[in-house]
């Protein structure tokens, strides 16, 4: 005799899928990536000359310290400076600067599961900003992780990390890499 389905063992079956795929990762999944604000700056040289100001927002160097990924379920974590967001009162700012690469950058590194990495190296965002007025350039902003599927991120601010240091005129390659403190 063969075992029929009916349509509400399909609807079941489809309704668990649907379930777990809108699961959100469990708080035991969390990865902390520990960071330093060293430095904001406008202007940066390439070897075209000058980027042009910050009337948008203002270019920041942050030092990534440490990522921990030893949670009960961890899973193997990349973090990938693209994912890295700027928060401030205009707004939330993804774009990282590229154009550019000191020695101690990173673009991306893999922790594996039950695993700490550090020192990582550092990166350089953007952080939006209305007008050159809207907020100082002394500032200091936040980070945040775009969600992930299978892991929280939360980006955690060292906290003796109070100041930053504001590089007036051209930032070049070797005052960033000084900034970062970094170098290999």
């Known amino acids: 005799m063969e ?23 469990g708080p035991n999944t ?14 940066f040289a390439t070897a075209g000359g000058a980027s042009g100001g910050c009337s ?9 310290d440490r990522i921990q990924n030893t949670k009960s379920e961890a899973v193997d974590f990349l ?17 990282t600067l590229t154009v550019i690469s000191p020695q101690g950058y990173v673009d991306t590194v893999t922790v594996p599961a039950g695993q700490t990495k ?6 350089i965002k ?16 936040d980070l945040a992780y775009a969600p992930l599927k299978t892991q929280l991120v939360e980006m955690v601010r060292d906290p ?13 390659l070797n005052v960033l890499q000084q900034q970062c403190g970094l170098t290999q």
């Open 160 to 172: 003796d990390d109070t100041t930053t240091a504001v590089i007036i005129g051209t930032a070049s």
């Open 118 to 123: 550090e020192p990582i190296g550092c990166i």
């Open 3 to 25: 075992r029929s389905e009916t349509p509400t063992a399909y609807f079941g079956w489809g309704l668990m899928l649907v379930l777990s795929a809108c699961a959100t990762p």
């Open 126 to 141: 953007k952080a939006l900003r209305s007008s050159p007025d809207s907020w100082p350039n002394a500032s200091l902003v």
């Open 79 to 95: 973090f990938d400076r693209d994912k890295v967001i700027t928060i401030t009162k205009d707004g939330f700012g993804q774009e």
């Open 56 to 64: 948008e927002g203002l270019y920041i160097v942050y030092r990534i």
């Open 30 to 43: 969390k990865v902390f990536v520990h960071y330093q604000q060293m430095a904001n700056f406008c202007d």
